[in-house]
């Protein structure tokens, strides 16, 4: 089946401590997104990466970091996490930049 | 001004009448357009894209593009109760980014 999956599905932490949410797609898609919903701002683009070793800032990339070693793989990570990025995240793919995107199943994410 | 901007709603419509939802975007280079349904408590997924002038139909949605206006709607005929959802506009404006409008809730009563 095609999809993408996150893992983990909910998270609680602490102010600080290292975090990261995995995401995967097994659709041989180039480009690979990461979003946050909060509500009344819709999903805001965090990262994105047109293929393996090619990644760049969304419009709040700041406190993440992405990697895309692999073009199945694009991990969202969250150094130093602050209460500020408690959020709904959701990790999307589409074969080009112009296509339709796959979401996955979303990240709830809290920091307290 | 934000780059896409929908009506919040909510948009509340019978059952079996047309829901009419709008979008406009700032940047005139921006190149495709997209609705995405959003159930509560799940992902986005696509209804409609739409790359150029003019209207796109597929079953009961028709998606509606203006360039020259930055504007961009779909209308669901025959709407039901299980179109009740968030509709989120989204758009990409040149290079790799795609920017989201912040959804509009739409209720079908039934």
């Known amino acids: 089946e095609a999809q993408v999956t996150q893992n983990p599905r909910y998270l609680i932490t602490v102010t600080g401590k290292k975090l990261t949410v995995t995401c995967s797609q097994n659709?041989?898609?180039?480009?690979m997104s990461w979003y946050r919903q909060d509500p009344g701002l819709g999903l805001r683009q965090i990262y994105y990466?047109?293929?393996?070793?090619?990644?760049d800032k969304g419009d709040v990339p700041e406190g993440y970091k992405v990697s895309r070693k692999e073009k199945r793989n694009f991990p969202l990570i969250l150094e130093s996490p602050s209460p500020n990025q408690t959020s709904l995240y959701f990790c999307?793919?589409?074969?080009?930049?112009?296509?339709?995107?796959?979401f996955g199943p979303g990240t709830r994410l809290t920091v307290l | 001004q934000k780059e896409v901007e929908q009506n919040s709603g909510p948009l509340s419509v019978p059952e079996g009448a047309i829901a009419s939802l709008n979008c406009t975007y700032s940047?005139?280079?921006?190149?495709?357009f997209f609705w995405y349904r959003q159930y509560s408590g799940k992902s986005p997924e696509l209804i409609m894209f739409?790359?150029?002038?003019g209207d796109k139909e597929d079953g009961r949605f028709t998606a509606q593009l203006n360039k020259a206006s930055q504007y961009v709607s779909l209308l669901i005929r025959d709407s039901q109760p299980s179109d009740s959802a968030t509709y989120l506009c989204?758009?990409?404006?040149?290079?790799?980014?795609?920017?989201f409008g912040a959804g509009t809730r739409l209720f079908v009563k039934a």
């Open positions: 999307a793919s589409s074969l080009e930049p112009y296509n339709e995107q796959f």
């Open positions: 659709m041989n898609h180039e480009y």
């Open positions: 990466s047109m293929n393996v070793e090619v990644t």
């Open positions: 940047d005139r280079g921006s190149q495709s």
């Open positions: 739409i790359y150029s002038n």
């Open positions: 989204a758009v990409t404006p040149g290079g790799f980014k795609t920017i």
